[in-house]
């Protein structure tokens, strides 16, 4: 009599990988002369990021806080494929520069959306912050309350915090309030809008490729 063998085959799992990425954007008045360029670049960014997103099999929700004295979000918690070209309108200068207030809020929104549905085994947060200057004028967030904050959200697994500036005063005082210095970048003021293909695409980049060990030891000098 044939013997029978039975094979039980385990079900693949149906769920996506998700990237929750969230760009807190400086619109101070000094932004206003490479303001159309940043744009420019920002857009191209969102395009690299739909077809990594498409390759990889990743859902990618994104939000766009921008910030002078005061916050304005454009995005919150968005299908990617459902993100209009960011124009004018969306992304424009005036004002000082709120960015403990900014930070702060960012981060209590993107708490609000990802959890509780979060899986760090295979969902993961970019939270980028990208500025030109210092902190100036914050009404709402003391450094004390933005290092709270920060203690608890760079613990967490699966979210990548970092920051992206060219102002060395701006640097010292995100050190003061907790900022792990190997997550901030330091780019050329005189060409702003490089930030958006070169460091701040590269941690986009890793979320989908892990970067080698040779690669990030020729890449560390992006980092203070």
Not at 63 to 80: A, G, V
Not at 169 to 198: K, P, T
């Amino acid at each position: 009599m044939p013997v029978q063998i039975c094979i039980k085959i385990k079900p693949m799992s149906t769920s996506l990988r998700k990237l929750h990425y969230y760009l807190i954007a400086d619109a101070s008045g000094s932004m206003a002369d490479q303001i159309d360029e940043v744009r420019q670049a920002l857009n191209t960014q969102l395009r690299k990021l739909r077809s990594l997103a498409t390759t990889h099999d990743t859902t990618v929700h994104f939000s766009l806080l921008t910030f002078d004295s005061e916050m304005r979000w454009r995005y919150r918690n968005c299908p990617l494929n459902e993100v209009q070209p960011i124009m004018r309108d969306d992304y424009d200068t005036g004002g000082a520069t709120a960015l403990f207030d900014a930070i702060a809020a960012g981060l209590k929104e993107a708490s609000k959306h990802v959890f509780p549905h979060f899986n760090a085994s295979c969902d993961s947060v970019q939270f980028s912050v990208y500025s030109d200057g210092e902190e100036n004028s914050s009404r709402h967030t003391k450094v004390e309350q933005l290092k709270e904050l920060l203690d608890h959200y760079q613990r967490l697994p699966g979210w990548t915090i970092e920051y992206f500036g060219c102002d060395p005063e701006s640097f010292d005082q995100l050190r003061g309030a907790g900022f792990h210095v190997n997550a901030m970048h330091a780019y050329d003021a005189h060409h702003r809008y490089r930030v958006f293909e070169e460091d701040m695409q590269m941690s986009l980049n890793a979320h989908f490729i892990k970067p080698s060990k040779d690669f990030l030891k020729k890449n560390d000098k992006r980092k203070l």
